[in-house]
């Protein structure tokens, strides 16, 4: 899984001037429904991790709107709320507005190994350590990446498969995801950055190409890549 230890000071990005911010406050208002929601039962969950978002920023929730959204406006990282129910973690709450091609109601009440499902090989690799993690848990995070074809940030669903292998105009998209004990329940954020191969000095792009080349086939044919 590559999960690190994390120094909670460093946890959240609070820069207020980050233009994802902006984006997000226009995508809470114009597409709602698709980057919020809250399971049954999955109130007090959303509200506990809420509050530790805004304590963690110094800040308290104005209580005009839900308390998820109000906390998810505080910072640049996507908020996912996990709680323990019928002996497995479920995405319970979430604020997601740059998800990576996958529709958060597809998602919610879904136990994290099934959200992964769509992975290659994730249940029979990861499936049981994964809930090992999260029974055991202190605070961690991870790094993932990809590469996609389209820049944009918000992308709910899969694009039509690339008719070309990844190359030099394509896009680096970047997640640093963290794992955040709340009480009884986790705090799942994502903060992700996107960045032009063709900005990238040559030896890491050449590095970030190849690896993309050298992907398993199921591998590359979930990240939408076509292979040379």
Same mark, same amino acid.
């Given at each position: ?22 984006? $997000? ?23 506990? &991790?809420a509050q530790a978002v805004a304590t ?7 209580? !005009? ?24 973690? !479920? ?9 990576? $091609? ?37 605070? !961690?995070? $991870? ?38 004990? &709340?009480?009884?329940? &986790? ?42």
């Open positions: 899984m590559g999960l690190r230890p994390l120094d909670l000071t460093t946890w959240l990005d609070v820069d207020s001037q980050h233009p994802q911010r902006v984006l $997000r406050e226009e995508l809470l208002v114009q597409r709602r429904d698709d980057v919020f929601a809250v399971a049954p039962g999955g109130e007090a969950a959303a509200t506990a &991790v963690w920023c110094g800040r308290r929730l104005p209580g !005009r709107d839900h308390p998820l959204v109000e906390a998810a406006t505080l910072v640049r990282e996507d908020l996912c709320v996990l709680q323990r129910l019928e002996a497995a973690w !479920r995405l319970v709450a979430a604020v997601v507005c740059f998800p990576s $091609r996958w529709l958060l109601a597809d998602k919610m009440g879904q136990d994290v190994v099934s959200i992964h499902d769509p992975v290659p090989g994730y249940r029979q690799q990861l499936g049981t350590p994964t809930g090992r993690v999260f029974d055991t848990l202190s605070p !961690r995070w $991870r790094m993932n990446w990809t590469l996609l074809d389209d820049p944009a940030l918000f992308q709910p669903r899969m694009a039509t498969t690339p008719s070309a292998p990844p190359d030099e105009s394509w896009y680096l998209r970047v997640e640093r995801q963290c794992l955040v004990p &709340v009480a009884d329940y &986790v705090a799942f954020t994502i903060r992700t950055d996107v960045v032009a191969l063709a900005d990238l000095g040559a030896p890491e792009r050449t590095a970030v190409l190849r690896s993309a080349a050298s992907a398993p086939v199921d591998l590359a044919t979930y990240r939408g890549w076509v292979s040379r």
